[in-house]
């Protein structure tokens, strides 16, 4: 039994993992850019959506889509006022300004994480869930809110997915990340295929940081934490690529999980950071990686 | 050489060494206790920056090598009570043993890749401390027993001139053949490679030169606090303040690392009144400098120099 309660509680933990993890990995597989805001993101999410219900009082499903919609108009202002200035500065040679925009959007992350540590405190908030109670599979009770957490992560990854191969915007932007300058020649603006991209970005890492917030609960503490799982993932499943970073959710989640119910809650994170190591060692591109 | 002697550079430094030097007689041991801090700081920074700004190599754990040092250093001294002094030289030489194994990934990997590498190298460590609780202290931190001086004017000279110390000869290592050729391998190290230079050698030698500074720099800093704690010199959080510093100050100029870690520490304390926005208020005008003055305070000063 033991078996499918792992299978059952790793499949949502993964799929959140996954959920936060893709967005991420778009933007990086589009632009190069890195974006270590990215657990404060979540995070703002996750407690607008708190806030949304208990000091607005309004209803779960308005409060979650204040949520999405916070995190919407911070991906924005990551992009406007952080990178792309950094993107544009002729005082940056061009080489280094990966490295400037990791510093920047780190110290844009703990910008935002202070104002949520200061308006909110520092205690950890559980949104509301949208379904309650508990389910009985095969004998495992499992609430409704896990499975209700990992259909909706896998319904916007697949949606995500038709977004990408179906339509045209969604064609653009995998040109794009393909190759920049071939999209350019074809008449197409890449800043648009930008902020189209930061867009769903924002509304990716605000889902999941709606639904982490329901799941697990959210306080600032846990910024640093999120941006690094997020980062490890797409590293072990090789930046810039989305299935390999779906692929490596999965054996993350499920690392942990299976950590957690074996040994103990506390080495919950080693397994994974060790895998990670080994893997950089023997296949530094990650798994579906292209160099 | 004669030349450097007679720079602006090493005048202004001279001075701003002999008047810190004087700091002692005049002023409170609170603001002595503030700046040693701070000078240690600016070690860390200055060695972070060797391996960034000149061998190219975005480590994100500088934490990594200076908690290697600090927790040896202090382990030794809880469990052992060996004496100070070799605790401090052999917290350094594990932190050489550190930077070598955080070099075997970056002699592989880049950018990106290796930031990752050297991010989980922190949290590994991290986890060491909390699961071997019972040699480290866990998350309450570890006692050290010994120290070495409580009087803070002492304390405040061997900052000063550690960090002295330390910024001549990571400053002179950068400004000789050596590091010009580390700034090559680290831009373009196919072309470095192709000039017949060995840079595996050379990376290997920042890597070892970085850690060991940042390991006698943290080993020194658990001394003068008499605790060592995740808190203080192993969490990401420390690491970030590293490197914000070393990016504030100016990349690639070294002795601005340390301007960074001064100020940032010092404003950190002066923003102490306004409670929890201290680190929002330092976090934006560091976002601002790296915005809009990309080279930081010294980086800025340097250039208008060469200009005129």
């Known amino acids: 039994m033991l078996a499918l309660q792992i299978l059952i509680d790793g499949f949502a933990i993964s799929a959140l993992y996954a959920l936060g993890a893709t967005g991420f990995t778009l933007i990086f597989g589009v632009s190069g850019v890195l974006n270590l ?14 806030a949304a219900a208990s000091v607005l009082h309004l209803d779960i499903y308005t409060g979650a889509l204040f949520g999405v919609g916070v995190a919407l108009i911070m991906a924005f202002a990551t992009y406007f006022a952080v990178v792309k200035p950094i993107q544009n500065s002729r005082r ?6 990966e490295i400037f925009v990791l510093t920047g959007t780190l110290l844009w992350g703990i910008m935002i994480q202070e104002l949520i540590a200061y308006f909110f405190t520092n205690n950890a908030k559980t949104v509301l869930p949208i379904v309650e109670g508990v389910v009985d599979i095969f004998g495992n009770r499992t609430p409704r809110n896990n499975i209700f957490t990992a259909l909706v992560c896998c319904l916007v990854i697949g949606l995500l997915w038709l977004l990408v191969n179906r339509t045209r915007t969604g064609k653009a932007v995998l040109a794009a990340s393909m190759n920049p300058r071939g999209v350019t020649l074809l008449g197409l603006e890449l800043t648009q295929i930008y902020i189209v991209v930061w867009g769903i970005y924002g509304i990716l890492a605000g889902i999941a940081g709606v639904l982490l917030g329901m799941f697990l609960g959210v306080s600032s503490y846990s910024v640093g934490p999120l941006t690094a799982s997020a980062f490890s993932i797409v590293v072990l499943g090789g930046l810039g690529s989305v299935s390999g970073s779906l692929i490596a959710a999965f054996v993350v989640g499920y690392l942990e999980t299976i950590t957690a119910y074996m040994i103990s809650p506390a080495y919950r994170t080693i397994p994974a950071l060790l895998l990670l190591v080994f893997v950089m060692y023997i296949r530094p591109q990650g798994l579906l990686g292209r160099r | 050489m004669t030349s450097f002697f007679t720079s602006r550079l090493f005048l202004i430094s001279l001075v701003c ?11 409170s041991g609170y603001i002595l206790g503030l700046l040693t801090v701070a000078f240690y700081f600016g070690v860390f920074a200055m060695a972070w920056d060797l391996l960034f700004g000149f061998a190219g190599e975005v480590n994100f754990g500088p934490t990594f090598l200076i908690g290697t040092g600090a927790y040896t250093a202090g382990i030794l001294n809880n469990q052992y009570g060996w004496s100070v002094y070799v605790c401090i030289l052999l917290g350094a030489l594990a932190s050489v043993v550190a930077g070598f194994v955080l070099a075997l990934p970056a002699l592989r990997v880049r950018g990106p890749y290796f930031g990752l590498t050297t991010l989980v190298a922190v949290l590994m460590l991290q986890n060491f401390v909390v699961v071997f609780a019972d040699l480290t202290g866990g998350e309450i931190g570890l006692t050290i027993p010994d120290v070495i001086t409580i009087n803070a004017g002492a304390n405040y000279w061997i900052a000063l001139g ?14 000789s053949p050596v590091g010009l050729v580390l700034q090559a391998s680290g831009q373009d190290p196919v072309q470095a490679g ?15 030169v970085s850690a060991f500074f940042s390991g006698l720099s943290g080993a020194l800093l658990v001394f003068y606090f008499g605790t060592a704690s995740v808190g203080t010199v192993v969490d990401v959080a420390v690491g970030v303040n590293v490197i914000v510093s070393a990016v504030l100050g100016g990349r690639r100029t070294v002795l601005g690392a340390a301007l960074g870690a001064i100020f940032l520490i010092v404003a950190g304390e002066f923003l102490r009144p306004t409670g929890e926005l201290a680190t929002f208020i330092v976090s934006a005008v560091a976002l601002l400098v790296v915005l809009f003055f990309p080279g930081g305070f010294l980086g800025a000063a340097l250039s208008r120099e060469a200009r005129s």
């Open chain 2, 17 to 27: 060494v002999v008047v810190a030097a004087t700091l002692p007689l005049y002023v």
């Open chain 1, 92 to 97: 940056i040679p061009n080489e280094e300004k």
């Open chain 2, 162 to 175: 550690f960090m002295t110390a330390s910024a001549a000869i990571l400053y002179g290592l950068s400004q």
């Open chain 2, 194 to 208: 192709a000039l017949g230079f060995n840079i595996v050698k050379h990376k290997l030698a920042a890597f070892i």
């Open chain 1, 37 to 50: 805001s990215h657990g404060a993101i979540m995070v703002a999410a996750a407690v607008a959506a708190w």
